[in-house]
């Protein structure tokens, strides 16, 4: 089976820095997505970002990197130039690659993140 | 494009009343999923649809939750009874893209 790790309960971080959120992940499967999504008080999860296994190349959305080890099992998210808006709670995510359907979402327990003025 | 739709955004119920939640997916969205969120802790699937057929409910307690998506577009969730336990917010998202709703709220006591 598939686990997702946080180890981070919460985090903080001053606004216009950077921070980065930590999960780890375990699995069989060489072929798999991993995300990060956002979580406001409105309860909508909103994707930031996503990862496929097989590229090497660690993906980039504006402010959210991450840094995608593959051997390691690690896949963190760097939040560059925090804002206010950012403050949420922060879920990894881990999506098995399934041929021609589409797959669940295995969650981490989640960090909170908050934006000091 | 119009998201995931759910109803209703929160409810209160006595433990061993039965609760039912909506879902409507993004139009021409084949797979649907409900998850159950507890305060703390990150989403589970509790069962997974792909058309009017279920791909997966390993985790959903059958004892007193059932889900039905008969025409193969909105679906709907129920508890009966419901516990205590069974308090956490229900999220439906649809696939490909994995679009979330903004979840029910469920409160039992």
């Known amino acids: 089976a598939q686990t997702v790790t946080q180890s981070q309960p919460e985090m903080s971080v001053q606004e216009a820095e950077t921070v980065t959120l930590s999960c780890t992940y375990d699995?069989?499967?060489?072929?798999?997505?991993l995300f990060w999504y956002k979580q406001p008080p409105s309860r909508q999860m909103i994707l930031v970002i996503r990862?496929?296994?097989?590229?090497?190349q660690n993906a980039t959305e504006n402010r959210f990197s991450v840094n995608f080890q593959k051997a390691a099992k690690s896949f963190s998210l760097k939040i560059s130039d925090s804002q206010l808006g950012d403050a949420a709670m922060y879920f990894c995510a881990y999506s098995w690659k399934m041929a021609g359907a589409n797959s669940k979402l295995t969650f981490g327990k989640g960090i909170t993140l908050s934006v000091r003025p | 494009e119009a998201g995931v739709a759910q109803s209703p955004r929160y409810k209160i119920i006595e433990k061993r009343q039965s609760v039912a939640f909506w879902c409507n997916p993004i139009?021409?969205?084949?797979?649907l999923y409900w998850y159950q969120q507890i305060l703390g802790q990150g989403p589970k699937l509790l069962i997974q649809?792909?058309?009017?057929?279920?791909?997966?409910d390993s985790q959903l307690p059958k004892d007193r939750f059932s889900a039905e998506r008969l025409k193969g577009v909105d679906s709907t969730l129920k508890i009966q009874p419901a516990k205590l336990e069974d308090s956490a917010v229900y999220l439906c998202a649809s696939s490909p893209e994995h679009t979330f709703g903004s979840g029910t709220r469920l409160t039992v006591v």
């Open positions: 990862q496929e296994a097989y590229k090497q």
């Open positions: 649809f792909q058309n009017n057929g279920v791909v997966d």
């Open positions: 139009s021409g969205h084949a797979t």
């Open positions: 699995t069989s499967e060489s072929d798999y997505y």
